[in-house]
Each structure stands twice: as C-alpha cells, then as structure tokens.
C-alpha cells in the first residue's frame, strides 16, 4: 500500500527586480542619443543637439521619484529627462526633424521640448532659464493649494547666472514646494567648475539660501533615486524647498558644434570607468542573475523602438506656412 503525500503547493515566480526597469530606462535614453548623433550627422537633424551620453541616472532617478501631476522644467539638455517622464520617442525625435508631428509641433527642436499634457515644461535654450519658471509654476500650485511640486533640473553653470540666485532666494523666502536638481558634470560649456568658482561645493552655497540641500553621486541610479525620493518626501511634507547636486558626467562634448578641446582624454576615459549603465548591469548580474541574453533582449526591444520611431518621425509633415503666425498672439480677448 503506499501513501499518499500532499502535493506541494507551487511557488509563486519571483516578481522581477524593479532594478531592471532603471536598467531599461537608461538603455532607452542611451541608445536613443546614440540614434541622434547618427541622424545629425546624416544631416536629417539640424540646429543644435547637446546630448546627455553618460548622465541617464539623473534622468532616470529623478524622475522615479516624482507623480504624473508634479511639474518638470529643464534645460537644453533635456532629451533624457523628456523620455524619463514619459513623452514618447517618436514625439520628441519628430520635434528634432522639424514635423508638425513634434512635442513642440516642429517649433522648438531639440533645445524647446514641451509637453503639458506630462507636465513638461522644457526644455529651456538659455541657461538658468528655467529656473525662474519652475519658481513660477510652484507659487501657482502653492497659491491653488495644490499639493504638487516642481522639479526643475539644470547644470553648474546655472550657478553663474543671477537666475538661479534669484529662485533660490524666493523659494526659500516664499517656501516654495520646488525641489532644484543640479546636475554638476563639472563643466559650463568648455570651462571647467573650479575655474570659474571659488567654491564649488554646490549644495552648501545653495544651503546658503535656506535650501535643504545636499550631494549625491550622480553616477549611480539607485543612489540618485535614493536621493531624489528623499527630497520629494521633504518638499511634500512641508519642509521648504531641497536642493541636489548630483555629480555627474558627459562622456561627450558639450554639443554637436563643440570640438571638445578642453578636457584631457584620460579624465573622460575614468568617468566612462562608472558609466551609469555598466554599474548597474554589473550590479545586476551579481544580485539577480542578469545575463548576456537579457541584455541582449534588452537591445532588441529599445532597437525596434527607436526603428519605429525614427520612421514616424520621418513621415511627419512640416506645419504648412500658413500656420506661420499661429501661436504667436493671444487670440483678441483672451489677453488682460
């Protein structure tokens, strides 16, 4: 006679490592840059393109900590942050080629990337334009009681202009819910930080003001992640506006135009040593079994994406001439 034992009740899969979505997300923006510098080359994009090759972790971190209804202001810059917080590739690249099809309709290009119906504020052209916006858009949502914050990100140069001075002191005096993301890739244009300020640690002048503020390695998704939630969690709570400086790095040159003469080869080839990308893969195959056919699988799905992308973009019409003038005035009766 045998016995009977009760069957084993089966596990549940494992859910998967929500560290894998951040892998994905800076994959995504990665490749996507990659796909610019190719399409300006060919000549299908013109303008000016400033890419944000080895920053995707300020990209992607920061945006994981905000909601759909907090608002984002950036600079010119801002592919990265555009495709974080949701506008879609194909919208943005369609704005690149100049299509009516664009997130800006084909009127801003790369620099002047906008989408309201994500909260996305631009896309900014001049640096620490930005900033007195997003101080803007937070008195709105703290007047309407709403409880919203503003996320507004720019680089170390910003510390150059009086704007960010200006918001910085308001936010504080008026306690503005804004969190104000730095991100310090050491480098305004071709000049580096420390020979333009005396002080460059970023946080303790903006602490200065009044701001929460501290650093955070910029290089690192789950650290900036870490980082940005923790400041969210403040600004919500009432605290008064935070600051971060999130060190960081462009592996390539300030823009398309620029020939990158400015930096010695070995300091960017030690960067790249903690390319965002490389961490956390490395990190992941460590901790939770990624593997060569993950990535690999990975590439495929971004690939394909950004393939269709480019296509529609391609197939977006111009706005024709007649809408030249549209958008420029206020319809008669709608400006007091």
Known sequence: MTRRTAARPRRAPAPPD????????????????????????????????????????VSVGVNRALTEEDAVVSTYREHGHALA????????????????????????????????????????????GGLPVAAGLALADLMRGEPHLTCCLFGDGAFAEGEFHETANLA????????????????????????????????????????????ADGMDVLAVEHAARRAARAVRDGAGPCFLELRTYRFRAHSMYDPDRYR?????????????????????RAEDGLDDDALALLEKDVAAELDEAVERAREGAPEPAADLLRYVHSPAGEAS
């Not at 951040?22 to 299908?44: K, N, V």
């Open 18 to 57: 929500p560290r894998r979505e951040l892998l994905r997300d800076m994959l995504r923006i990665r490749r996507f840059e990659e796909r610019c510098a190719e399409l300006y080359s060919s000549g299908e994009i013109r303008g000016f393109v400033h890419l944000c090759i080895g920053e995707e972790a």
């Open 85 to 128: 917080r949701g506008v879609p590739a194909a919208s943005v690249l369609a704005e690149m080629f100049g299509r009516a099809t664009g997130c800006s309709r084909g009127r801003g290009g790369s620099m002047h990337l906008f989408d309201t119906s994500r909260r996305f504020y631009g896309g900014h052209g001049i640096v620490a």
């Open 172 to 215: 504080a005096l008026w306690d503005l819910p804004l969190l104000l993301v730095c991100e310090n890739n050491l480098y305004a244009m071709g000049t580096a930080l420390a020979r333009e300020h005396a002080q460059t640690d970023l946080a303790a002048r903006a602490a200065s003001y009044g701001l929460i503020a501290w650093t």
């Open 264 to 284: 010695e080869k070995t300091e960017v080839e030690e960067w790249k040593r903690r390319d965002p990308i490389d961490l956390l893969a490395g990190r992941l």
